[in-house]
C-alpha cells in the first residue's frame, strides 16, 4: 500500500482539522487568560454607576454552562454511536432558560442605555470666569 | 531604524504557495514513478486531495503562527469601539467555537467522513447567540453616540483689527448627529455670555467697530448628546494711526 493512498489521505485530513481548530481555540484561549486579547469592562455595568452587572454574570455563566454541557453531549455521541449522521440535540429547557438568560441581559442593556441617555449633558456651557 | 522583518513576515503566503506546488509537484512525479498503478483518474484524485491538505494545513499553520506571534492582531476581538470588551461578543463567539469543534469532530468521525444534519435545537441555540449579538449592537449603538459628547477640536483665535475691517472667527467641531453654533459676546466688565441674535453658523463675521474693542466671543455648541463651548478670543479694533 502506497503511504499516498486514499485511506492514509482520509486520516491526515482528519487529524489536520482537529489539530487546525484546537489550535487556533488554544490560542484564543491562551491570549484571553494572559490579557492579551482586551476583557476590561467584560462584567462591568455600563450605566453611569458602574460596578459588576448580575446580568452579565448570569449571562457569562449560563453561556460556559451551556457550551460545556453540549461539548459533552458531542462527546457523549462520539462515544456511544459509530456513524453519528447528526449533531446532538440540545433539550429545550436549556434553550428557554438561555433566551430568558439573553432576555435579561439585553433588557438591562437597553434599561442602562436609558439612564445613560436621561443623565444629561455632562458639559455645560463655560461661562466667563 | 527599520526593523529587520522576519522570514515569516516577508511574504509567508507566497512561501507556502511555492512549497505546496512543491509538494504537488513531487506527489505527482510519486504518482508518476510508481508505475504499477498506472495513470488512472483515481490516483490523480488521491494526488489532488493530498496537494489540497497540504496546502489547507500551511494556510492554517500560517494564520495560527500569525495569530500566535501577534501579526493577526486579535487584541480588540470582543472589544466595543469605546474598548471596554463585549459580553453579546464574547458569548456569540464562544457558542461559534463550539458548534464549530462538535461539526468537525462528527464529520471526521464518520466513515467515510460525512457532514451531519444540524438539528432545529442547535440552530435555534446558534439563532439566539446570534440574534442577542444583533440587538446588543444596536443597543450599544445608542449608548456610544450618549457617550460621544461634541467637543470644539478647532478653537477660534483672537484677532486685531481696525475701524471698518472685516473680521471671521471660526470654530470647528466634532460630534454625533447633528450640531447646532452659537456665537455668544461677552462685554468688558460683564461676566455673561450673552447670544449673538442669527450667530448660529460656524463663522461669526464682523465689520470690526470701536464697540467691539475688547469683547470676547465664544461658540456654544450644541448635540443630542451634549454641550460644549470654545475658550473665549477676544478682538481687538484699534484706531488706524498710519
Redesign the interface.
Known amino acids: 500500500m ?1 503511504w ?3 485511506e492514509n ?2 486520516v ?3 487529524f ?3 489539530a ?6 488554544l ?2 484561549v491562551h ?1 484571553l487568560l494572559t490579557g ?9 455595568a ?1 450605566s453611569p454607576a458602574k460596578g459588576i452587572s448580575p446580568a ?1 454574570v448570569q ?2 455563566m449560563l ?2 454552562s ?2 460545556l454541557y ?2 459533552l453531549l ?1 462527546l457523549q ?2 462515544k456511544t454511536q ?11 429547557e436549556w ?1 428557554l432558560v ?2 430568558g438568560s ?1 432576555t435579561f ?2 433588557t438591562s ?2 434599561a ?2 436609558a439612564r ?2 436621561s443623565a ?10 | 531604524m527599520k526593523q529587520k522583518s522576519s522570514f515569516f513576515e516577508r511574504g509567508i503566503f507566497y512561501y507556502i504557495l511555492l512549497f505546496a506546488g512543491g509538494v504537488v509537484g513531487f506527489i505527482f512525479a510519486t504518482w508518476i514513478l510508481a508505475g504499477g498503478a498506472g495513470v488512472s483518474m483515481d490516483n490523480l484524485k488521491v494526488a489532488i486531495g493530498w496537494g489540497g491538505a497540504l496546502l489547507v494545513g500551511l494556510i492554517g499553520t500560517a494564520i495560527v503562527y500569525r495569530m500566535y506571534n501577534g501579526t493577526i492582531n486579535l487584541t480588540q476581538l470582543i472589544s466595543e469601539p469605546t474598548g471596554e470588551a463585549s459580553m453579546s461578543r464574547f458569548q456569540l463567539l464562544i457558542f461559534t467555537f463550539v458548534v464549530a469543534i462538535s461539526f468537525i469532530l462528527i464529520t471526521v468521525s464518520n466513515k467515510p467522513p460525512a457532514f451531519p444534519d444540524i438539528p432545529p435545537t442547535v440552530l435555534a441555540l446558534l439563532g439566539i447567540s446570534a440574534g442577542s449579538y444583533v440587538v446588543s449592537k444596536g443597543i450599544q449603538k445608542d449608548i456610544t453616540i450618549a457617550r460621544t459628547r461634541p467637543s470644539i477640536s478647532v478653537s477660534p483665535e483672537s484677532i486685531t483689527a481696525v475701524p471698518g475691517q472685516s473680521v471671521t472667527f471660526t470654530a470647528t467641531a466634532t460630534g454625533p448627529g447633528n450640531l447646532r453654533y452659537q456665537w455668544q459676546r461677552i462685554v468688558p466688565g460683564q461676566k455673561v455670555a450673552v447670544d449673538m441674535p442669527g450667530q448660529d453658523q460656524q463663522s461669526l463675521k464682523l465689520i470690526a467697530n470701536t464697540v467691539f474693542d475688547a469683547n470676547e466671543f465664544q461658540c456654544k455648541l450644541t448635540a443630542d448628546s451634549g454641550e460644549a463651548t470654545s475658550a473665549p478670543v477676544t478682538l481687538h479694533v484699534q484706531e488706524d494711526r498710519g
Not at chain 1, 20 to 25: G, K, Q
Not at chain 1, 36 to 43: D, M, Q, V
Open positions: 502506497m499516498f493512498e486514499w489521505l482520509k491526515f485530513v482528519r489536520e482539522m482537529i487546525l481548530l484546537v489550535a487556533i481555540m490560542s484564543v491570549r492579551s486579547i482586551n476583557t476590561k469592562g467584560l462584567l462591568q455600563k452579565r449571562l457569562l453561556t460556559g451551556v457550551a453540549y461539548l458531542v455521541t462520539l459509530s456513524q453519528p449522521l447528526k449533531l446532538p440535540e440540545l433539550p429545550s434553550l438561555l433566551g439573553h441581559y439585553l442593556k437597553a442602562s442605555t445613560i441617555k444629561g449633558a455632562p458639559n455645560q456651557p463655560t461661562l466667563f470666569q
